[in-house]
């Protein structure tokens, strides 16, 4: 695929504080993108370097194989939709699609073919004359993103776009993007602090943490094969525990060893392991490659999540099987369930399902409001 977008060393400081630490990336051709990480770690200050909004400390910004560091926004074949979608309240859904197309004194006819275009793709035909007031949040951001694609740019720029949104429609207009973006071939780059937004939509994800790139891959890959134990931990729910790399394909770790189907590491190299909560199997307890006691369980829906003390560290178990409080229970992992990373920055701090909470996560999120 050709390169539209690359990143080379860019390094972005604010008031003294490094928020951008030369960071490269490449963008590709009708490539839906998504910049993840939490609150602070520079995904929307990177969105706001390729629009045109922030210059680069250090580093180069090219488009389409030219410089465009020192480039105003509206000279970039680039548009962007706000958080909070910046239509022109004076201004029906028709004229608020249309005004890039006056603004350029693009002829008439080719203006109301273009809009009804646009509004059939965003399936809000029939709203033209609409007050953008009168819409519900779903449909002006479907109003901001059709203004956006008119003037038919190279790359559409999304600030997290559906944080405003309840849950069913937000789930509703990540499919919604999706279908947009590969109807149009449009290079869609997304910036989310929500783990499933990003897997579900993206062709690519690029995982951010305190203005460093952790991982750059596929959805698959940055779930099942996380660089790093900071990476494992926001992609979904992680089990992390030390351990020790024996040889290839076995390692040690909660006291005993365990095939796996990783190599490459030194012998006895210490290592972070990593167990996806839905990848261990429940068993009779003198079945179990590891024991423990059930400290607590929660029913949600589909399965449910279990916390089990083994030798003090509470692992988090997935399961459609029921089991107690305080009931010892025995725990079974396949080798391909096994990943192993290499010791980072990040190792010893994640992993551990002692304070585990979904309201405190709930409302970590909420404090964090905007984006850097």
Not at 151 to 159: A, C, G, N, Q
Request: charged residues 25%; hydrophobic residues 40%; glycine residues 8%.
């Amino acid at each position: 695929m050709k390169k539209i977008i690359e990143l080379k060393n860019v390094t972005k400081s604010f008031d003294g504080e490094v928020v951008l630490d030369d960071i490269c990336l490449d963008i590709y051709d009708n490539e839906f993108l998504t910049l993840l990480g939490p609150s602070g770690c520079g995904k929307t200050t990177t969105l706001r370097l390729i629009g045109g909004f922030e210059t680069a400390d250090k580093g180069d910004i090219l488009f389409m194989g030219e410089r465009i560091n020192d480039v105003p926004p509206h000279k970039r074949n680039v548009n962007t939709v706000f958080q909070r979608y910046a239509l022109f309240p004076h201004l029906n859904v028709f004229e608020n699609v249309a005004f890039a197309l006056r603004e350029q004194r693009v002829n008439k006819a080719e203006i109301n073919q273009k809009v009804r275009e646009m509004l059939e793709l965003v399936a809000l035909t029939g709203f033209e004359k609409r007050s953008v007031t009168s819409l519900s949040g779903g449909q002006q951001q479907r109003v901001a993103i059709a203004r956006a694609l008119i003037s038919r740019p190279k790359v559409l720029l999304l600030d997290e776009p559906l944080a405003a949104l309840d849950l069913k429609l937000r789930k509703d207009m990540q499919q919604e993007l999706k279908k947009i973006q590969k109807a149009t071939g449009i290079t869609f780059v997304f910036v989310t602090h929500d783990q499933e937004e990003a897997l579900s939509m993206s062709d690519t994800v690029v995982v951010m943490s305190e203005g460093r790139i952790q991982q750059i891959g596929t959805p698959v890959d940055i779930y099942n094969e996380p660089n790093n134990a900071f990476v494992a931990d926001f992609i979904g729910e992680s089990n992390i525990v030390d351990g020790v790399m024996l040889r290839d394909r076995r390692v040690s770790f909660s006291g005993q060893e365990f095939d796996c189907v990783d190599g490459g590491f030194g012998a006895d190299e210490a290592v972070d392991v990593v167990v996806r909560p839905e990848d261990v199997d429940i068993v009779p307890e003198d079945r179990g490659q590891l024991r423990g006691v059930v400290t607590s369980v929660t029913f949600l829906g589909v399965h449910y999540e279990i916390i089990v003390d083994i030798g003090g560290f509470k692992w988090m178990i997935q399961t459609t099987d029921f089991v107690d409080v305080d009931e010892y229970i025995g725990l079974y992992i396949e080798p391909d369930a096994i990943h192993i990373m290499k010791k980072s920055e990040y190792s010893g701090m994640y992993g551990d399902y002692s304070s585990f909470s979904n309201e405190l996560d709930e409302l970590s999120n909420a404090e964090s409001g905007e984006d850097e």
